[in-house]
């Protein structure tokens, strides 16, 4: 499915740059002109977000549990990429139902080719601290992105939105806006999703109109844990090439702590990340969990409570 090809190749496409190794100019122009269907489940997010870790979610949910498909067919093909060159041809050929689509592209860019539409759109979102770090290790092991540099020329990237995928906060803002006016989004957070898997399964399965009794949302929630996924390969993306994801700099699924950014920044980094943050964000009211916290807490919409959890990057 993934060759060789392109690696070295960079995409710019309304002014976001893409890893041309999976993206052509006209994959991305079908994509922002895709014609969805009302039973179509549509996952987004910014990159290492918990994207992988809700592809599964919902795998498991429309499976009722049954952990076969999960097990047996890769998640780049139960929930093909939306952008990507090879959509075309796997949606074709799946016969996966519901169909699930994933996709990184921005609001502004998709927001025209959903107008209207039914299709049930999840949102994934994380804190941008631990988001910026995990993006870095990736680029360390991913041959189709840039070269990270310093974690300090990184995280600047990153906060200038020059990264491959664009800015984060645009991202944010474009999808997370849509919640108050869409009955068919759902807003999940990754530090939500590892404080009470069995709640944010349960959320997801109510909105995809997928009631799970209780011995099948228990087996979901067993599959979707971080060691059963990260012996999995179909999620962890060991079968894809060494000359494509140089598994022996790193493994894609990492270690997920939430807080683990404290490990990267220096005090300065966090003090000027969250400064841009409360520049580019002050029309947004989303609040973001920085670091593990009692479980006992309160839970909130907007602010969730943490445990210590490994999850996906």
Not at 31 to 58: C, H, N, R
Request: with cysteine; glycine share 4%; charged share 25%.
């Amino acid at each position: 499915m993934l060759d060789m090809a392109r690696l070295d190749v960079t995409e710019v496409f309304h002014g976001i740059s893409f890893p041309g190794h999976l993206h052509t100019q006209e994959s991305l122009q079908q994509a922002v002109e895709f014609q969805f269907k009302d039973t179509d489940i549509l996952i987004v997010s910014y990159p290492k977000s918990g994207t992988t870790w809700m592809q599964e979610i919902v795998t498991l949910v429309s499976s009722r549990g049954d952990p076969h498909l999960s097990k047996s067919v890769p998640n780049w093909v139960r929930a093909p990429w939306l952008e990507q060159y090879y959509f075309a041809e796997v949606l074709k050929a799946s016969s996966i139902t519901p169909r699930v689509i994933t996709t990184h592209l921005p609001h502004h860019l998709l927001g025209r080719s959903l107008h209207g539409s039914k299709v049930k759109v999840i949102y994934v979102s994380r804190n941008p601290k631990d988001v910026v770090v995990s993006f870095y290790h990736f680029h360390k092991i991913a041959n189709f992105l840039p070269e990270a540099g310093s974690f300090a020329e990184f995280l600047n990237r990153f906060l200038e939105g020059t990264l491959h995928f664009g800015s984060w906060f645009d991202h944010v803002k474009g999808w997370a806006s849509q919640t108050a006016t869409l009955n068919n989004l759902l807003h999940v957070t990754y530090e939500e999703m590892s404080v009470d898997l069995h709640g944010a399964i349960k959320r997801v399965s109510s909105f995809l109109q997928c009631p799970l009794v209780e011995e099948e949302l228990s087996s979901c929630v067993k599959h979707c844990n971080f060691s059963n996924m990260k012996d999995n390969k179909m999620v962890n993306y060991s079968l894809i090439a060494e000359e494509i994801l140089d598994h022996s700099k790193g493994s894609f699924m990492r270690k997920g702590k939430i807080g683990d950014w404290k490990n990267t920044f220096t005090e300065e980094q966090s003090r000027y990340l969250e400064s841009v943050l409360r520049s580019e964000m002050q029309d947004c009211n989303l609040e973001f969990v920085w670091e593990e916290r009692d479980k006992e807490e309160t839970h909130g919409t907007e602010e969730i409570p943490q445990e210590n959890t490994e999850l996906l990057n």
